[in-house]
């Protein structure tokens, strides 16, 4: 069988020490193959976003490890980090707060390429090739964030996240900040770009909806611990766990009836002990 291209191998993630002290991961494990999306669902305060930056370095790691191709990266830090950058990117929650807005597009795309090394006339092809990858003109690049909408700075941020040609990307909510019809384009964009170079994603969201459609696989988080990990069909639309399920309870439905009797049967469910304390 082919390694994992993405290893967790019982990750604990701790902020502070002694008294003031939180476990924000308990032993978290998970893999991810080459040129697979791996959803990791969850609400608020679950871990995920945690574990994503876990992953990219910027969160403390108290034990476990994480290996990236068969390398142990887990605290790996410097020249070495650095390196790392070729390979895993992050596309953020935020496409307002997470571009510059004192730069244009083309030297936003270019940055990475410079950095690394890359010449200026092989920088500016690439900035090219990755607007035209997004759907976004050419002209773009001369322009500044301010001048785009959100969908289109969410497209920028993809192409800043792919212009290294990385293995893997960390998506953390990359759509939950966009209205549901931009979402349904930028899902799209997503499921394009893999199946046309081959990426890997780790893809951070709240919504069992939204990793339904793009997701290979699906893991479900619970208070800082993987609770269910499967076949994206089989968890999004039939979970084996209650936290599972009352996350699939929660995402919306068009027709008024069964939303109702999803509601009543979302009630029913947070009740189960040890799932989560009722909501008054």
Known sequence: MTAPLLQVEDLVVEYGRGRHGFRALHGVSLEIASGECLGLVGESGSGKSTLGKAVLGLAPVASGAIRFDGEEITHARGARRRALAADVQVVFQDPYGSLDPAMTIGDILAEPLTAAGVGTREARGRVAEMLDRVRLPLTAAERYPSEF????????????????R??????????????????????????ELQRDTGVSYLFVSHDLGVVRRICHRVAVMYRGEIVETGDGEQVTRAPAHPYSERLRLASPVADPALQRQRRQDWLAIRE?????APVR
């Open 272 to 276: 189960v002990p040890g799932v989560t």
């Open 166 to 191: 990385p293995r893997l990307i960390v998506c953390d909510e990359p759509v939950s900040a966009l209205d549901l019809t931009t979402q349904a384009t930028i899902i799209d964009l997503f499921i």
């Open 149 to 164: 909408s959100g969908g289109q700075r969410q497209r920028i941020a993809i192409a800043r996240a792919l212009v290294r």
